[in-house]
């Protein structure tokens, strides 16, 4: 069973940066692929970026947000730059083991953290 556990969110003005972390525990975290997904109010949730053998990141998100992990710190890093006030949401880290690059979709990750809020005022 893997835990996750989410930091780095708060409150940034719009064009800033935010980073945040995952830190994950009670498995091998080299044989896990790791991803972020967010969800705003009122709206499903949305895939954001994955990392395993490579990176993969929706149009929303592609050259603003860049996905990184620290094997040997068992940490998935979520770097946000230039953010927008629709950036605003809970984000959420998630892993699983399939060895794929694109897979963006929920039902496609076994283990998900408790999500940090990232608030972006205009």
């Known amino acids: 069973q893997v835990q996750l556990v989410e930091s780095g969110g708060g409150l940034v003005q719009a064009g800033g940066s935010l980073r945040l972390s995952c830190a994950a525990s009670?498995?091998?975290?080299?044989?896990?692929?790791m991803g972020w997904f967010r969800q705003a109010p009122g709206k499903e949730r949305e895939f954001v970026a994955r990392?395993?053998?490579?990176?993969y990141y929706p149009d929303s998100v592609k050259g603003r947000f860049t996905i990184s992990r620290d094997n040997a710190k068992n940490t998935v890093y979520l770097q946000m730059t230039s953010l927008k006030p629709e950036d605003t949401a809970v984000y959420y880290c998630?892993?699983?083991?399939?060895?794929?690059?694109?897979?963006?979709?929920?039902?496609?990750?076994?283990?998900w953290g408790q999500g940090t809020q990232v608030t972006v005022s205009s």
């Open positions: 009670g498995g091998t975290f080299s044989d896990y692929a």
């Open positions: 990392i395993r053998w490579g990176t």
């Open positions: 998630a892993a699983d083991r399939e060895y794929g690059l694109l897979r963006s979709k929920e039902s496609q990750y076994e283990y």
